[in-house]
């Protein structure tokens, strides 16, 4: 009876030997959610209608499989204190909120409030401290005042003399970031377009202004093959937004609060998190940040006051 029981014992613990083996080899892998990760392009100056004359196959690519809001107004209907440039358009789409919070209303920056009222890349680091955040630019106020504390800063206006050579400069250096590091939130400035509205024009009339606008659709085409290069790329989900902040009439864009070729902007909202489709209803540059955060899983706080809201998820 003893070896009998033995015998039983043994069979007994092999088949649940063999029970634990299938078990083990059929249990559901749970593979981890795929890296959320934002970059923001943004092309200064640029008129959405300049964009549709170009030669531009990225960013109708982009606007092809993702949201597009257009127009989007520049500043609220219950405030026009701010001029219709760089400085006000700027910090309106980085930090969530209109001119009468930030106190931006020109391009001097004489009291900004942006302690009350910072970049989103502060707000990601309240939620997030961990998140890396990068900024290139070739616009001094995007690197020293607006995105001043970003993890990673690259300035091409320190070195280069005109904004040609500086988006080539800043589109290298993000590129090679893009590639080889680790960020959350990364945001791009490129500003030749802008720079050609001044001295040529700004209307899809103007063959240097549309010229430029196809330079800097080939810069965000190098953008996005940096994306595609990543060695992690399978494992992470993009959100690609593109803007501006401003248009243009003539060769100037300053006190255009009645002119609808300035006072308009754009928003692509791009990715596979993207409601591919035009955005219904009235949208503004501070859309942008809440638009970024809600896709970087980041619960907008009440306190921070923020204007927009996320537009062109699913």
């Not at 609220?76 to 400085?87: K, L």
């Not at 502060?122 to 001094?140: H, M, N, Q």
């Not at 070195?159 to 970031?177: E, F, W």
């Not at 859309?287 to 907008?300: M, Q």
């Amino acid at each position: 009876m003893g070896i009998a029981l033995q015998g039983c014992v043994g069979a007994c613990l092999s088949r649940i030997a063999v029970g634990v083996a299938v078990f083990a080899i059929t249990w559901p892998a749970f593979a981890a959610a795929p890296a959320k990760k934002v970059l923001v392009i943004g092309i200064d100056g640029c008129r959405f209608d300049a964009v549709k004359q170009a030669d531009a196959p990225h960013l109708d690519a982009l606007m092809k499989a993702g949201a597009v809001a257009q127009p989007t107004r520049i500043f609220p209907a219950h405030y026009r204190e701010a001029d219709t440039i760089s400085g006000p358009g700027w910090s309106n789409i980085l930090c969530g909120v209109w001119a009468d919070k930030h106190r931006v209303m020109d391009n001097e920056f004489t009291a900004p409030n942006y302690e009350e009222f910072p970049h989103f890349f502060a707000r990601l680091k309240e939620a997030k401290p961990e998140a890396v955040t990068a900024s290139f630019s070739d616009w001094g106020p995007i690197a020293k005042r607006i995105l001043s504390a970003a993890d990673v800063t690259f300035d091409a206006n320190e070195t280069d003399k005109d904004y040609v050579s500086g988006d080539v400069a800043v589109t290298a250096a993000a590129s090679k970031y893009l590639r080889e590091a680790d960020p959350a939130a990364t945001v791009v400035y490129l500003g030749q377009v802008d720079e050609t509205g001044h001295k040529e024009g700004f209307h899809p009339s103007v063959a240097p202004y549309v010229k430029a606008i196809e330079q800097v659709d080939g810069h965000i085409g190098e953008l996005l093959k940096a994306i595609e290069l990543r060695p992690t790329r399978a494992d992470e989900d993009w959100l690609i937004l593109v803007t501006t902040d401003h248009g243009g009439s003539g060769t100037g864009h300053g006190g255009g609060h009645d002119n609808p070729e300035v006072a308009c902007s754009w928003l692509v909202v791009s990715g596979d998190a993207a409601q591919p489709g035009k955005i219904a209803g009235e949208h503004g540059q501070v859309d942008l940040v809440p638009t970024a955060l809600k896709h970087l899983g980041v619960v907008v706080d009440p306190a921070w006051k923020l204007d927009g809201a996320a537009v062109g998820l699913k």
